[in-house]
């Protein structure tokens, strides 16, 4: 074996890549003012990450606020202490699953949307027809795609977190009888703006993060069937593996302050 | 309006371009020619500086393009219109959007006027009927003259286009030969167009430059190309599979090989 090129290969080519994305996060940022400067495209797009996913995210809200009512039921009841069920699934959902599980469904929906798109558009010489218009294809398509992600992200957590909380009602007072108004009462005495803002500040760091890997992934597809396929594929598995691993690091900080 | 000086270039070890010298008069249509593989749309993308050289120099409108910074380029590039091989246009927008896209981007023209400008442009490619349809709905030759009125809209001094004939039936190949030869002489367009489509470019041409190895092997109008003695032009004049240009990409013998002498 070269040690040279186990070097190379293990430690100097990922210090490379994120070197290369965090150059491709400071160009996007650049051009995110003169992107805002024309809302119409940014609109679109929030339209296109976030309104578009709307159904899987409502969906997959329900079903995890109803396990979460359920588990958490079966659990709170072997202390006597079933009524904390709010409180449970609301800091559950606020703190972890719903920005966790909303990032991951929009790492695989609207992410691997974002990431074939610009890769095609690159395929097709459309990013280089742009390019060749004097029209700047990171401020055109890239930047107004990026932000339309940041800014969906939190919204769709919002509306995971609500459905959620709907879920685990539905579940816990309807299905097994918790007190309707200890399941609601408790929750809003327990719950703190800081635990709300916990969730929105994951949501925020999951947003730029999944909208992050998915237009870098994009951008630098190699123009074939094959390199937009394995581009989609990276998207998704980096995203997935990012999203957990800020979680954590984001958990460790707030419970250490 | 265009002047290549001693260009080299390469990608890792394999060299492309070994001192190619090429010069575009103003108003003119010049054609580059050469075998597949010979680097015709490398040449163009160098010239519209989307990659750089190794060495050599690059003038477009009198300014070198090598070392030039993005703003400049960018600069440069609004004073050109590019035709791309498949039309490249923007899937998301229809025909009129698209043609209507560099005005939006670099003019602030009141809509009325956008609309009459696009809609002039569509009309001289025979595709204003065509102006909601979206590029899906297109076929190539008609998705090729949608982009030919996005490349005019906004009124370029040079027009570049990168094998416009390529995959079009009969009539599509005439048209598309009709317009660049009116744009060229209606609105005084300097023209490069690189194509291996030798009757076509014989049409319109007035200089074409034969490229092949890296460097210019033959250049000059469409007769003396036809009439030129040299080996490696009449090979691609005439379309005779092997000569200096070899049907074979470099491989070990034959029979050493079927043998299972030589390498797999």
Known sequence: ?257 | MVRVTDLHYGVGERRIFSGLDIEVPKGSITAFMGPSGTGKTTLLRLITGQVEPVSGSIEVFGEAVVGMRKAGIFALRRRMGMLFQNGALLTDLSVFENVAFPLREHTDLPEPLVRQLVLTKLHAVGLRGAASLMPGELSGGMARRVALARAIVMDPELLIYDEPFVGLDPISMGVIVRLIRQMNEALGITSIVVSHDVDELSLIAHRSYLISEGRVVASGSPEELRNSPQEVVRQFIGGHPDGPVPFHYPAPDYFDELLGRGKP
């Not at chain 1, 890769?119 to 700047?136: E, N, P």
């Not at chain 1, 593996?241 to 958990?251: E, G, M």
Request: a neutral charge.
């Open chain 1, 1 to 257: 074996m070269n040690p040279l090129g186990w070097v190379e290969g293990t430690l100097i080519a990922p210090l490379r890549r994120i070197g290369a994305v965090g150059i491709f996060l400071v160009q996007l940022l650049m051009q995110a003012g003169p992107a805002l400067a024309r809302p119409r495209l940014v609109v679109q797009q929030v339209y296109n990450a976030g309104a578009r996913s709307l159904i899987i995210i409502m969906l997959c809200g329900l079903f995890v606020g109803m396990v979460l009512g359920l588990q958490g039921f079966d659990l709170l009841q072997r202390f006597g202490s079933e009524d904390a069920l709010g409180v449970a699934a609301a800091l559950g959902l606020l703190k972890e699953l719903g920005p966790v599980v909303a990032a991951l469904l929009f790492a695989g929906r609207a992410g691997t949307s974002l990431t074939s798109e610009i890769g095609l558009m690159r395929a097709t010489d459309q990013l280089t027809a742009m390019a060749m218009m004097a029209v700047d294809p990171l401020r055109h398509v890239v930047a107004p795609r990026f932000l339309g992600g940041v800014i969906a992200l939190p919204l769709l957590v919002a509306v995971f977190n609500l459905i959620g909380l709907f879920g685990a009602q539905l579940v816990g007072v309807q299905l097994m009888g918790v007190d309707t108004g200890a399941f609601w009462s408790q929750m809003q005495a327990a719950v703190e703006l800081s635990d709300v803002m916990e969730g929105v500040i994951k949501s925020v760091v999951f947003g730029v993060a999944c909208s992050l890997v998915a237009v870098y992934e994009g951008y630098h597809a190699a123009p074939t069937a094959e390199g937009v396929g394995l581009a989609t594929t990276r998207t998704v598995v980096t995203s997935s593996v990012l999203i957990l691993l800020l979680d954590y690091i984001l958990t460790a900080a707030f419970l250490g302050n």
